[in-house]
């Protein structure tokens, strides 16, 4: 199920641009990648594509109330390589 | 409602300079640009345009107790653009 | 009356070098410069001359309680200032 | 019965790459190192050898709630030493 | 009594190296130079001579629960300048 809810973000085989992401697109992602149990302090903090760009590695360890563990991999894994590939398709 | 308090600020179709407002017209000012939830935290907070000039991204994140995600938008697209502006319009 | 105990802290029409104040020095100066309601912060947390003149923006910011605006502009406005007389006095 | 815990982490002599540790694993270490008293918080966070690996001084004194004075040297004799290890192991 | 306290730390005329303190030592050395009532803090937070070595400045500010001014005349009177003499005693 959470292979369903991750691919249904996926258009013309690649994942569309985060700042198109509603907050629930975001939280969808983080389940999607493993992160189940992480995925709703997305939503209580209210973070949509555009904010997830905008997140630092400091905004991710201290802003989301989440255990070290985990968050210093939704930011290492995910939320760095997400703003990484954002900028290269939008600087051409 | 929110267009006519927004358009309250402007004078000779132009923004008066954030170091003249005073908090309410910076609670204002949020509220019309779409933050209607977080603007009284900058009454909460005391924050006059002269506050909010000095303000960084971290005062922003941290300082005011927004959710993450609203208070990364309202610093990048509004409080460091107000600075920027006036930076430029005072230093010609 | 504010006058009065701001002026009791000059000599020969000059500020007294910061690093020579008490607390309670420190604690008039803030309430004569217009920070009444924020005074006694510095008096809570022991500060003196000397460690007035160690604070950074971050001390002044987070280690008063201080509201967010107020404690902006009396670091800009004050405890900077202060400290690049004092420094400008010491280093000829 | 810690020494014990302790080598069980070796294979041929040399600790195996932190990259490879379960939570377990880096509890049972901080407990062989002499941090048995420490070593749970490991487990609160969730912190397993990948984590363990992009921890920094900060995340280590304040992500961890641990006293400052075990916290310093937990990352200075050993969080520190095992990245370097690592970085020096996997850029050949 | 301080005094006694204090010099009970000396040897051959000098301090001996702080790497070399207990925890007590520590406590003794802070309450003989005038930080009666802080010097507990570092029993608290277990910081023995070694970690002392290790603090910096933001760590002696918001990781030993003392009021701002002591704070900042402990680090930069104190630790800071044993940090620096233990320095220049051990790179010659």
Redesign the interface.
């Given at each position: 199920m959470l292979y369903v809810l991750y691919f249904s973000l996926v258009e013309n085989g690649q994942l569309p641009d985060p700042a198109e992401w509603a907050?629930l697109d975001v939280v969808n992602y983080f389940k999607a990648v493993g992160f189940e149990e992480q995925a709703n302090a997305f939503q209580?903090?209210?973070?949509?594509g555009?904010?997830l760009l905008?997140?630092t590695r400091n905004?991710v360890?201290t802003?989301?109330s989440l255990?070290?563990?985990?968050a210093?991999?939704i930011y290492?894994y995910h939320v760095k390589p997400l703003q990484t590939q954002h900028l290269k398709n939008n600087t051409s």
């Open positions: 907050v209580d903090q209210e973070i949509d555009k904010s905008l997140m905004d360890l802003g989301l255990k070290l563990g985990p210093l991999k290492e």
